[in-house]
């Protein structure tokens, strides 16, 4: 993309609405506009960064055998009547009476839709296990909409809802999700520390939240610091395979790690003293297990090998995916502005092109933008009439990871620039080799 001919409405002035350094840095590159409280426009780069975070849950949980479908924003109240949560959920739930007085809610989750869904298509237990998701919108009226995406009314989740026979393989699938989920927000370049929580209004005995550590998060948390050196990495995963689910699950779960709804004072001082900590957290992400909740009452039931039927285990799986934007920068940015991982950055690299208009500098630019373009790469090539200083700032305040500089001064040496946003760093090597050194950077992302 050239940035001449991109949407790219970055502001110069911290706006003063914005409290915390993520909505703030999302307002000023750009990425977002506020259209009313906590409801928000989704402009080009952000939209970008939402779709690489949505590819990647996606990626993370077909690899887990999770299968995608599409369930509409808006549902009908009297499904909520059969599990007894439309009276129950209160003021957060935005009611609607369409034009033949039918009363309508926007989705805040979809236990109940799915569940109907279920029972109205699977009859046997041959059809289990069964895990069914999707990525849509949902409408809460948080009472206090704020920090920008991070708490907003409309958001964007991720949820999945398993369907089990028993209540071994229905934690199956939470041992499942949870390894999935580790490796969904290892792969965005966070580190979410699963911790046991509360279940509020979803209910269930089993459940952890995914919390990412941040002086801004709205959670208070409790935990012992060795689960921080904890990473899933590259290690093999088999999502079938129940005991190893189960022995990763055991490894990031055995030590203390709570909200301050489970947090148990007696448990935490047994940690030694220098491993003790609390701090804030984002949560980034919950998983349940409730057994037959809403099985039960709204008749989601199958035919068990013994010819008699039963209702089904089920478990719900939720992950903030617009939340994410607001927790990936929080956790990764400088004075300067973003920076964003290699795994969800909406631009590979950026081209700063010093001397506009200067023939060997243009056609440098346009040599390495087009060289990275026939390699399947997305570069933002800044080919604006601007002076260097204010290029560099768009670049570190948007923060993509790599930067190539090109300049008459470095072209008659045969070198160009390439930065690193994280560290800084730059080296003068070729042309040929600051395109080849990103797309061997990007090669395994
Ligand atoms: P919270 O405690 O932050 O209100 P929750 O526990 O009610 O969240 P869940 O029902 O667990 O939320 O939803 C799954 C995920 O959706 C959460 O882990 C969080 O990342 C995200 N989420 C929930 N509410 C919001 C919101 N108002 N704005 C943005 N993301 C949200
Ligand atoms: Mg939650």
Redesign the pocket.
Known sequence: MRLTRYFLPVLKENPAEAQIVSHRYMLRAGMIKQQAA?IYSWLPMGYKVLRRIEQIVHEEQARAGHISLLMPTLQPADLWRESGRYEDYGQEMLRITDRQKREMLYG??NEEMITDIFRAHVNSYKDLPLTLYHIQW?F?D?MR?RFG???????????GYNFDLTKEDALHAYNRHLVSYLRTYERMGLQAIPMR?DS???GGDDTH??LVLAETG??EVFYDSAVTDIRLGEREIDYDNKAQCQSVMEEFTSLYARTDETHDAALFDAIPEERRKSARG?????I?YFGTKYSDPMGATVVGPDGTRTPVHMG?H???????L??IIEASHDDKGIIWPEGVTPFHCGIVNLKQGDEATDAACEHIYKALKLLGLDPLYDDRDERAGAKFATMDLIGLPWRITVGPRGLKNGVVELTSRRTGVSEEISAEDAVARIAAIYADI
């Not at 995406?149 to 949820?159: A, S, T, Y």
């Not at 984002?282 to 919950?286: A, L, S």
């Open positions: 906590g805040p989750t949902k809460r948080e909409p995406v991070m708490r907003g009314r409309e958001f964007l989740m991720k949820d929580a509020g209004p979803i939240e995914f709205e959670s984002i949560e980034v992400g919950q349940f719900s939720g992950i903030g995916v617009s939340r994410l607001g927790a």
